[in-house]
T-cell receptor, first 115, second 111 residues
Framework: NAGVMQNPRHLVRRRGQEARLRCSPM?????VYWYRQLPEEGLKFMVY????????ESGMPKERFSAEFPKEGPSILRIQQVVRGDSAAYFC?????????????FGSGTQLSVL | SQQGEEDPQALSIQEGENATMNCSYK?????LQWYRQNSGRGLVHLIL?????REKHSGRLRVTLDTSKKSSSLLITASRAADTASYFC???????????FGQGTRLTINP
């Protein structure tokens, strides 16, 4: 019973390139959350999605960042024209349908390094 | 600003001792959760305490919640080297379907 799967584990991009981070939630989970973590800091909420819907994107930067969770396939966090400040660990978490403030299940994260 | 503020930021103790970490928050919550993060890994859920609960136990973990002071504490008893990790509190805020995390406490258990 696989957990939350994120890939790639490490991603290196040069400034100006695009970064695509993938997240496959746990089987049976239809809610996906993306968080960003800078070194020695806590996790900052970015976006909450359900299948084909963005529910809360209050933590997403207004430009260059987008997220989707299509009917089929993984959730994608896309960062266009990356800058050095985008370097961070990006974590995805999932929860089952009808979530009533229960725990989240986290993936191992994608470490993005922008050169 | 962060919903959760943790204290201390770092804690180093000897194996076998108890470790206590504190978390304060600002707004009304549905529940408060504690997670552990080993270096370079994702977060693992430890324990959840609801707003109408005051204390909860799970193995060597004991969590308290004081909603009047908007604070919680996590106690790890009889610490082991394997408990070395960062510990985060996370609050489920009323009216928002997301968890808001604190800055974390880095716990080091010395053998």
């Amino acid at each position: 019973n696989a957990g939350v799967m994120q890939n790639p584990r490490h991603l290196v991009r040069r400034r100006g390139q695009e970064a695509r981070l993938r997240c496959s939630p746990m089987k049976g989970h239809s809610h996906v959350y993306w968080y960003r973590q800078l070194p020695e800091e806590g996790l900052k909420f970015m976006v909450y999605l359900q299948k084909e819907n963005i529910i809360d994107e209050s933590g997403m930067p207004k430009e260059r960042f987008s997220a989707e969770f299509p009917k089929e396939g993984p959730s994608i966090l896309r960062i266009q024209q990356v800058v050095r400040g985008d370097s961070a660990a990006y974590f995805c978490a999932s929860s089952p349908p009808g979530w009533a403030d229960e725990k989240l299940f986290f993936g191992s994260g994608t470490q993005l390094s922008v050169l | 600003s962060q919903q959760g503020e943790e204290d201390p930021q770092a804690l180093s103790i000897q194996e076998g001792e108890n470790a206590t970490m504190n978390c304060s928050y600002k707004t009304s919550i549905n529940n408060l959760q504690w997670y552990r993060q080993n270096s370079g890994r994702g977060l693992v859920h430890l324990i959840l305490i609801r707003s109408n609960e005051r204390e909860k136990h799970s193995g060597r973990l004991r969590v308290t919640l004081d909603t009047s002071k908007k604070s919680s504490s996590l106690l790890i008893t009889a610490s082991r080297a394997a408990d070395t990790a960062s510990y985060f509190c996370a609050t489920s805020i009323q009216g928002a379907q997301k968890l808001v995390f604190g800055q974390g406490t880095r716990l080091t258990i010395n053998p």
